[in-house]
T-cell receptor, first 114, second 113 residues
């Protein structure tokens, strides 16, 4: 099935550092969502974006809906050990007025050195 | 408010058997979607139900089916299980189909041996 290109695939960072990850697509999306998944759990919704250019924050997390509508970015500031996990982007397109299903990136695995 | 509940959490089945997984959405949510998650393919969309009707279907064989009940609870069924069906099956609920914020359950880990 179709998937988004998410990068980087994994990253190790020092506690306190800022983190950036992104998702790109060859297609336009109407909505971008960012999720975090811990081992053995389901994804938890972090941020939802609905408009091109939109910048939304949730605590130390900030996400942006790209102007071209083909990409999105997630930044985590001042990372802490509990930020460890896998972050997924997901996009949704409209088809003739109805919502399509969510399409997911393959995830960015974040590991933090204490 | 209780979240999305999936049962069972873990299942081990033999090739050729069939399996039924259950999902109870967040109270008041009427849209339920199912996803398969594997290390190789990531999260893949299976199908979406709203008001007991299937609205959308992913590219999975007919062995994968689902249904939704009048109370919005949903079940998915996989018949004639194959080894490649081993995966984490996730259910997500939304208040309505046009509401793009989907909330996931913890998933059911299916192992086919």
């Amino acid at each position: 099935g179709q998937q988004l290109n998410q990068s980087p695939q994994s990253m190790f960072i020092q506690e306190g550092e800022d983190v950036s990850m992104n998702c790109t697509s060859s297609s336009i999306f109407n909505t971008w969502l960012w999720y975090k998944q811990d081992p053995g759990e389901g994804p938890v919704l972090l941020i939802a974006l609905y408009k091109a250019g939109e910048l939304t924050s949730n605590g130390r997390l900030t996400a942006q809906f790209g102007i071209t509508r083909k990409d999105s970015f997630l930044n985590i500031s001042a990372s802490i050990p509990s930020d460890v996990g896998i972050y997924f982007c997901a996009g949704r397109r409209n088809y003739g007025g109805s919502q399509g299903n969510l399409i997911f990136g393959k995830g960015t695995k974040l590991s933090v050195k204490p | 408010k209780a979240g999305v509940t999936q049962t069972p959490r873990y299942l081990i089945k033999t090739r050729g058997q069939q399996v039924t997984l259950s999902c109870s959405p967040i109270s008041g949510h009427r849209s339920v979607s199912w996803y398969q998650q594997t290390p190789g393919q990531g999260l893949q969309f299976l199908f979406e139900y709203f008001s007991e009707t299937q609205r959308n279907k992913g590219n999975f064989p007919g062995r994968f089916s689902g249904r939704q009940f009048s109370n919005s609870r949903s079940e998915m069924n996989v018949s004639t299980l194959e080894l490649g069906d081993s995966a984490l099956y996730l259910c997500a609920s939304s208040s309505i189909p046009t509401n793009t914020e989907a909330f996931f359950g913890q998933g059911t880990r299916l192992t086919v041996v």
